[in-house]
């Protein structure tokens, strides 16, 4: 078994992981599987997810999972919410708790905040700069973000630009600018892209990801193809466990043309693809299902190579 | 677009068979006038609410489908186009659709535009609104307006004698509740005009001067200007009193749309991945329906593994049938647990669930979906 190069690589220089794909694809599994990962590479990491249905704690087998970082070791976890996040820039961010309670307290002006446009967007993007950047105490190395399905993580991503041109000013503008400056460092920031090798799927992926590099300030650093189906599947003569000609293997056997099609797809349009021909792609195997919470072993299965890798 | 997936449309590959609810699915799409279907992402919602759509149109009635989760392909699939006009779906004389089916994709800029237009006071404060910076970041950059208006033209339909049901496709992820609250939000946010009341000043200040406004205000509004400076509040303060009128009119219709959702002929379906987190999504989405007095009716669980292939899994003791032994066995505790976990939200409403098949071919071309939405269907002997 043989770890991704280019996931171990990203898991240990850059400081911000945003993790998106379409829904429903296994973007939160992967998340709390490179967070693992990356505790094994000596690195200490904050998960972030921003969900209404908090997920990463079951897998990590951490309760009470909140917007404040929880941390185990040097694994933490955090759910942040919008009005966390707007509290935290308030008074830790612009450190003037006196204006909080103005500005929290009242409805109206709640609604305010909630109703401009784009607004929670660009605190979350801040809290996790602050996480990393400006947080008291033993900040993390990493930040895993567990980001949002493509589309609204698109929207997420180029929020700074429409505050930017919104006619806001004050602390919030300059707040933007520093945000922006910071994820535009390739150095230290990067998107990681969740596929699945099905026809559909790819040919989403094909049409957004060139749109997600124009637009998004943060570098696609890769793509990670997950649910593949073994290798061996494909050999034409089975594999002489008595299963050749059962219901079951036929299944599984049809779905592995259809990942081979797909994935022939991909390879034929990254190559005519500025953004695509270069973009590296690492392939994670199907595992059925996930046992919560997730256990280093199935982080290894996950993680430690595809027998179908070249 | 690059390829064209669709050529290779279905055939050649087994039907797929679920586990039927037929009946009680039959039962809804014949009595009620509104379905509202709801979801995470990624488990097949707008596929399943087209294929609802289709078969409500078999058994005879004249359906209107809403769809605020474009999906592209199957607007291609339906022969129809992205935008926010009903567009008749034309099916082959073969398939026996005794009723008919009008569909409409939404794009939400174009939609958002259109309700700006329709309701603001005049064609100039319009063309004002649509320049206005802020505005062109929310419609662009935002679905919550896009959400009320769905619910807007929800309303419009379920109200029209020309529809039998509408059908309407929710927005994906864990949006779907936040876009039924919205009438709600969106309520709190024109009480009383207090949004106006407040901004009048800063946007008459707008000649007077900074000096000024500080006088009128009071701390909350010096606390608001310290954070966005000045220029946001002048900006945002002319958007809302320009969106008076619009918001007025979303929020004339929100109070209706309540008073839609929770009638007894209007119910609501969930639509799951058999998988723990899809599990666990599902039923926060379902315990907040029921607190919101919504009801649900009915869970479909896409993307099953097909009985036929896990009891022949289960029987085998090859290797590489092992993925789907697990899958199997992980499947049936996640719609066992699912369901106990429903127990005692229901008050006594009859619940269905069908558990669907992943699908084996390709459901993006009508020939596909209209397959497709059979299984759904009381009579599913093909």
């Known amino acids: ?310 | 677009m690059a390829i064209n997936d669709t050529k290779n449309s279905a055939n050649g590959t087994k039907d797929a068979v679920g586990v039927i609810a037929g009946p009680l699915v039959d039962r809804m799409l014949r009595s009620q006038r509104v379905v509202i279907i709801i979801g995470a992402g990624g488990v097949g919602k707008t596929t399943s609410a087209v294929a609802l759509a289709i078969h409500a149109a078999r058994l005879g009635r004249r359906v209107a489908l809403l769809s605020i989760d474009p999906a592209k392909r199957l607007a291609a699939a339906l022969g129809i186009e992205l935008g926010h006009e009903l567009r008749p779906v034309i099916f082959p004389e073969a398939a026996e659709i005794k009723g008919a089916l009008s569909a409409a994709m939404l794009d939400q800029k174009a939609v958002f535009d259109g309700m700006v237009r329709k309701h603001a006071p005049s064609p100039h404060i319009a063309d004002r609104i649509l320049r206005d910076p802020l505005y062109i970041a929310a419609s662009t950059n935002l679905s919550g307006p896009l959400e009320y208006m769905a619910l807007a033209r929800l309303q419009e339909l379920a109200e029209s004698p020309e529809w039998d049901l509408v059908v309407l496709d929710t927005p994906p992820d864990s949006h779907a509740l936040d876009f039924l609250a919205r009438p709600n939000v969106l309520s709190g946010f024109v009480e009383n005009k207090v949004m106006s009341r407040l901004l009048k000043p800063v946007v008459m200040a707008g000649r007077a001067g900074l000096g000024r406004v500080m006088a009128i205000s009071e701390k909350v509004l010096g606390g608001i200007t310290s954070v966005t400076g000045f220029g946001a509040l002048k900006s945002f303060g002319e958007f809302v009193l320009l969106m008076q009128e619009v918001i007025e009119g979303f929020h004339r219709s929100g109070e209706r749309v309540i008073e839609i959702l929770r009638r007894d002929s209007t119910s609501f379906v969930l639509v799951a991945a058999p998988h723990k987190a899809a599990a666990r999504a599902a039923t926060a989405l379902s315990r907040e329906l029921g607190a919101m007095g919504y009801m649900l009716d009915g869970v479909v669980f896409n993307r099953c593994l097909p009985r036929t292939v896990s009891h022949d899994a289960a029987a085998s003791n090859a290797d590489e049938l092992a993925i789907l032994k697990v899958r199997a066995r992980s499947e049936d505790q996640v719609v066992e647990g699912f369901k106990d976990g429903l127990v005692g939200l229901q008050k006594g409403r009859a619940m269905w669930d069908v558990r669907i098949d992943d699908q084996t071919a390709d459901i993006h071309t009508l020939d596909g979906i209209l397959k497709f939405s059979k299984l759904y269907a009381a009579d599913s002997s093909d």
């Open chain 1, 1 to 310: 078994m043989t770890h991704h190069k280019v996931i171990d690589d990203l898991l240990t220089q850059k400081k911000l992981l945003m993790i998106t794909g379409k829904g429903g694809i296994g973007k939160t599994l992967i998340t709390c599987a490179l967070a693992k990962r990356a505790l094994t590479l000596g690195r200490r990491v904050l998960v972030v997810e921003q969900s209404s249905v908090e997920q990463v704690g079951a897998l990590l087998g951490v309760s009470g999972v909140s917007h404040e970082e929880t941390w185990r070791g040097d694994l933490g976890v955090a759910n942040f919410t919008p009005s966390g996040n707007f509290k935290d820039f308030i008074t830790k961010h612009l450190m003037r708790s006196g204006l909080l309670e103005i500005l929290v307290s009242n409805k109206i002006v709640h609604s305010f905040f909630t109703a401009i446009p784009g607004f929670a967007e660009l605190m979350l993007l801040g809290r996790l700069y602050y996480a990393l950047n400006l947080a008291p105490g033993r900040r993390p190395d990493l930040v895993l973000f567990d980001g949002y399905a493509s589309g609204h993580f698109l929207s997420l991503m180029t929020t700074p630009d429409a505050v930017l041109r919104s006619g806001l000013a004050g602390p919030i503008i300059k707040q933007t600018e520093t945000v922006k400056k910071w994820l535009n460092d390739a150095a230290e920031c990067a998107t990681l892209y969740i596929a699945v090798p099905e026809d559909l799927v790819i040919s989403e992926t094909v049409e957004f990801l060139p749109a997600l590099a124009d637009r998004s300030s943060v570098k696609l650093a890769a793509l990670i193809m997950n649910r593949c189906l073994p290798k061996h599947l494909g050999d034409s003569e089975s594999s002489g466990s008595g299963a050749s000609d059962s219901v079951a293997l036929g299944f599984l056997k049809g779905r592995y043309e259809r990942q081979q099609h797909a994935i022939a797809t991909y390879n034929k349009l990254a190559s005519g693809s500025e953004v695509l021909n270069h973009l590296p792609v690492a392939l994670l195997p199907e595992l059925g299902a996930i046992e919560e919470p997730m256990n280093d072993s199935l982080v290894e299965a996950l993680l430690g190579g595809y027998d179908g890798d070249k």
